[in-house]
């Protein structure tokens, strides 16, 4: 196991080009938001544009389309009972607050039978993956899934210690050729070949919405080209270092995920120097 720190996170960043475009820094769709929680549709996006991404469409319900526009005018939108384009994305997240009744189940079948390129499936996707174990095997290669440590075991069973878990997660990684991101304290990141504990990160983190902002952290990697174990890397690496950041300003009580967000262009700039 590798522990990330500054100097193997510099060593798979990539800077961007002077005359780069939006059309170069790829178009992530996140399939996220429901009537109660279109924070957590929110949250992913404005995480996703701060990480770089060119172009975010938000898949929500219609109903919901006025929240998005007050909050997050540079994402577009499109509407859960439409027909998609599937072609049009580099990259793809599906979970932040989409429920789990069975018009989100529907929604996870129609992504999985469609797009055969990494996804990032976290939080209510999860769940329901963890309902419906034989959707594992259908997943597309090198997906990444994101769960804390009750997703995790939901999925996977039982666990005493984090340390099992890791087992579990380098085992089933390799198996089911996917990438685990264990979220916790030290957040692990295995293929089941490679594995990395994040060294960046603290309690301010331990509040809702922060596994949000990291789905569009790791989906923005994803859309710029990044390979999808150092896409989940990078993107732990960055979310927890814009959270030590913040609390140059807040303290871990009072910090928001939105202040977290704030500083993903500090965590940037500090990557880079």
């Known amino acids: 196991m590798t522990k990330l720190d500054l100097n193997s996170i510099q060593k798979i960043f990539q800077k961007r080009f002077p005359d780069s475009n939006k059309g170069n820094h790829g178009h992530a769709l996140i399939i ?3 009537k109660s929680k279109m924070g957590a549709a929110i949250i992913s996006a404005k995480a996703c544009l701060r990480a770089g991404v060119g172009l975010v469409t938000l898949n929500i319900p ?3 389309r006025t929240t998005v526009f ?13 027909k998609k384009n599937w072609t049009s994305y580099n990259s793809f997240a599906i979970g932040p607050g989409i429920g789990t009744n069975k018009s989100a189940e529907n929604s996870l079948k129609l992504l999985i039978t469609n797009v055969k390129t990494p996804i990032v499936f976290d939080a209510d996707a999860l769940n329901i993956l963890a309902e419906n174990q034989k959707e594992l095997l259908n997943l597309p290669q090198k997906s990444i899934l994101t769960p804390h440590l009750k997703e995790f075991d ?24 996917l990438v685990i991101v264990l979220k916790g304290h030290k957040t692990f990141i295995t293929d089941g070949e490679k594995s990395f504990e994040n060294t960046t990160g603290n309690s301010g983190l331990a509040k809702g919405g922060s596994g949000d902002a990291l789905t569009g952290i790791i989906t923005a990697f994803l859309a ?7 896409a989940a890397s990078l993107g732990v690496y ?18 928001l995920i939105t202040d977290v967000i704030e500083n993903l262009g500090n965590a940037f700039l500090k990557i880079q120097t």
């Open 62 to 64: 219609k109903k919901e």
């Open 154 to 177: 939901r999925l996977f069973g039982n666990h005493e210690t984090e340390s099992k878990r890791r087992q579990t997660a380098t085992i089933k990684a390799k198996e089911l050729q």
């Open 32 to 34: 996220a938001g429901s």
């Open 70 to 82: 007050s909050s997050v005018p540079e994402v577009m939108i499109e509407f859960r009972e439409e």
């Open 224 to 230: 710029q080209g990044y390979e999808p174990l150092n």
């Open 238 to 255: 960055i979310h927890g270092l814009a959270s030590d950041i913040t609390l140059e300003t807040q303290s871990e009580e009072s910090m």
